[in-house]
C-alpha cells in the first residue's frame, strides 16, 4: 500500500499536470482568436446614423443622442444617433448592417478602424430578413472571405468582431447552441447594443452570418438550476444575407439612374468632381474632374447633399441638363442617365467556392469544448476524491 505521501504527490502532479494543459490551450486560443481578428479588422466598421427626431419624440432604441453633424442641415438640430457595427461585403464599396441601425436615417456614416469617416448611401432595406445595405465611395475596401454555415453544428465554436466607434474591436467568443428549421443561428455569447449587425466568424476566419438580434435565457430554462441566466445572439446565416442583397440590389437598379461620378463639397458649397468613370453618361457627355456643379435641370444646388436628393429620384434613361463651373466659366452639359454601371454579383459571391478545408481544420477549436473541460474536471475531482478517500482509511 502507498504511503499517504505518495497519494499527496500524485494527486500534485494531476493537478499540476492539468494546469500546464489548460494554459497551454489557453495560448493557442488566444493566438487564433488574435490571428482571425487581425484578418478581419479591416473589414468591420462602424454605422452612426443620424436620425431626425421631433421635440417631443424619443426612441427607446437609441444607444447615442446628440447635435446633428456639422454639414446637415437645419432640420437635424434635433436628431438621435444610433450605433451600429457592419461588414465590408464587396471591394467596390458595399457594406451591409442591421436594417434597424440605419432605417429612418438623414444621414449614415461609416467608420473604419483608422477613424476615417465616409458618408453612405442607403441602397436599400429588405423587410424579409431585415437587413440594409450601403454604399461608400471608396473603392478599394477589404472584404470578408465568405464562409459556409451549414458546416457549422451544436457545438461550434464561433468568433464575433464589433467595432464601438471605430476605437476598439468589441471580441466574443461562442459556440453555436441551436442551428432553427429557417436557418437562423442561436449562439451563446456576449453582445453589446453596438454588436447588432457585427459579423460572425467560423474558427478559420470565414464570415458565417451577421447579428440580427440577442435574447437572455431564463433561470427556469438553464439546466441544473444553473444561476443566472445565459445570453445568445441570433445570427442570419451569409446566404441569407447574400440573398436580400440581391432583391435590394434588383430594386435599386431599376429605379435609381446614374452618371457615373463622385464629388466632393467645393468651398463648403457646390460639389464638386472628383472622379468621373470610364464609359459612364458623364464621361460620354464631357464632364471632367475638377468641375463645379451649381445646377441640375431648373434645380439650384445648395451643396452635395442636394445633388445626392435628386439623383435619388431620378431613373435610368432620363435626359438632363448640368450646369457646371468649369475654371470659373458656366457650361451646360447635356446628358442621359443609365443603369448604375460596376455593380458587384452578389450571386456570383454566393456561388463562389467555399474553401474545402481539412476535417482537422475545421474542427480546430473542437478541444475547447466546455463538455470536455467538464469531463476533464470531473475525472480530475472523481481521482482527487479517490486519493482523499484512501487518505482517510489509513488514517
Request: net charge neutral; aromatic share 6%; charged share 20%.
Amino acid at each position: 500500500m502507498l504511503k499517504p505521501k505518495y497519494y499527496f504527490v500524485i494527486g500534485l502532479f494531476f493537478i499540476a499536470q492539468s494546469y500546464v494543459l489548460s494554459q497551454s490551450i489557453l495560448v493557442d486560443l488566444d493566438a487564433e482568436i488574435n490571428q482571425i481578428v487581425e484578418q478581419i479588422k479591416p473589414s468591420v466598421v462602424t454605422i452612426s446614423a443620424v436620425i431626425p427626431q421631433d421635440d417631443q419624440e424619443q426612441s427607446f432604441f437609441s444607444f447615442l443622442s446628440g447635435p446633428a453633424p456639422a454639414d446637415s442641415n437645419d432640420t437635424l438640430k434635433h436628431s438621435i444617433t444610433n450605433i451600429g457595427t457592419g461588414i465590408v461585403l464587396h471591394e467596390k464599396g458595399y457594406v451591409v448592417t442591421k436594417s434597424s441601425v440605419v432605417d429612418g436615417a438623414a444621414y449614415i456614416y461609416v467608420q473604419f478602424e483608422k477613424d476615417t469617416n465616409y458618408l453612405a448611401e442607403l441602397i436599400g432595406i429588405d423587410q424579409q430578413k431585415s437587413i440594409a445595405l450601403l454604399r461608400i465611395e471608396n473603392p478599394d475596401l477589404v472584404p470578408l472571405n465568405i464562409g459556409d454555415p451549414d458546416l457549422l453544428r451544436a457545438g461550434s465554436w464561433t468568433v464575433l468582431v464589433g467595432n464601438s466607434l471605430g476605437i476598439a474591436s468589441s471580441v466574443s467568443l461562442g459556440n453555436v447552441n441551436l442551428v432553427y428549421p429557417d436557418g437562423l443561428l442561436q449562439i451563446a455569447l456576449n453582445t453589446a447594443p453596438g454588436n447588432n449587425g457585427s459579423p460572425v466568424m467560423n474558427s478559420t476566419g470565414q464570415v458565417i452570418g451577421m447579428v440580427s438580434g440577442r435574447l437572455t435565457i431564463s433561470n427556469s430554462k438553464m439546466p441544473n438550476g444553473s444561476a443566472g441566466g445565459m445570453e445568445c445572439a441570433l445570427v442570419t446565416p451569409i446566404g441569407q444575407i447574400l440573398d436580400a442583397c440581391i432583391r435590394i440590389q434588383d430594386v435599386y437598379l431599376e429605379n435609381h439612374g446614374w452618371i457615373g461620378i463622385t464629388v466632393r463639397p467645393h468651398e463648403n458649397k457646390w460639389p464638386q468632381i472628383v472622379t468621373v468613370f470610364e464609359d459612364s453618361p458623364a464621361a460620354k457627355a464631357g464632364l471632367k474632374v475638377g468641375d463645379v456643379l451649381t445646377k441640375v435641370d431648373t434645380m439650384a444646388l445648395r451643396d452635395y447633399f442636394d445633388l445626392k436628393n435628386i439623383m435619388q429620384t431620378v431613373k435610368p434613361g432620363k435626359e438632363m441638363t448640368v450646369h457646371i463651373l468649369r475654371n470659373d466659366k458656366p457650361y451646360k452639359i447635356d446628358l442621359k442617365t443609365s443603369r448604375i454601371g460596376g455593380v458587384p454579383d452578389f450571386s456570383a459571391l454566393k456561388q463562389q467556392e467555399i474553401t474545402k478545408l481539412e476535417p482537422r481544420e475545421l474542427k480546430k477549436f473542437e478541444r475547447f469544448k466546455p463538455q470536455q473541460y467538464e469531463q476533464r474536471m470531473l475525472m480530475m475531482e472523481r481521482q482527487i476524491q479517490s486519493l482523499q478517500n484512501q487518505l482517510n482509511k489509513i488514517k
